[in-house]
């Protein structure tokens, strides 16, 4: 059994940071990627950023810029550091694991909202 589990949202405002970190666990044979995605009130889930084994990443267009994916792969760990935070960013946060299977795990999601 594969578990996600993210820290780090939050209550931030507008301009500031955050930093998201997903930790996994169980057995994971090997790991081909890791990803941030959100879910804002109201809308589907959608990619902000992801790293895969090679190291690439991969942002959406809306982050790019302001957001950074990085991964421990000792820990297992995913981060995802969130700069000049906009209100637009408010969502539930969730941690995306794909496993060398091609097999996919979801964190329980981790809240961040951008207010003054």
């Known amino acids: 059994q594969v578990q996600l589990v993210e820290s780090g949202g939050g209550l931030v405002q507008p301009g500031g940071s955050l930093r998201l970190s997903c930790a996994a666990s169980?057995?994971?044979?090997?790991?081909?990627?890791m990803g941030w995605y959100r879910q804002a009130p109201g809308k589907q889930r959608e990619l902000v950023a992801q790293i895969v084994s090679s190291g690439n990443t991969n942002y959406s267009d809306s982050v790019k810029g302001r957001f950074t994916i990085s991964r421990d792969n000792a820990k297992k760990t995913v981060y995802l550091q969130m700069n000049s935070l906009k209100p637009e960013d408010t969502a539930v946060y969730y941690c995306?694991?794909?496993?060398?299977?091609?097999?996919?795990?979801w964190g329980q999601g981790t809240q961040v909202t951008v207010s003054s």
């Open positions: 995306r694991l794909i496993t060398a299977w091609r097999v996919g795990y």
């Open positions: 169980g057995s994971i044979a090997g790991i081909n990627g």
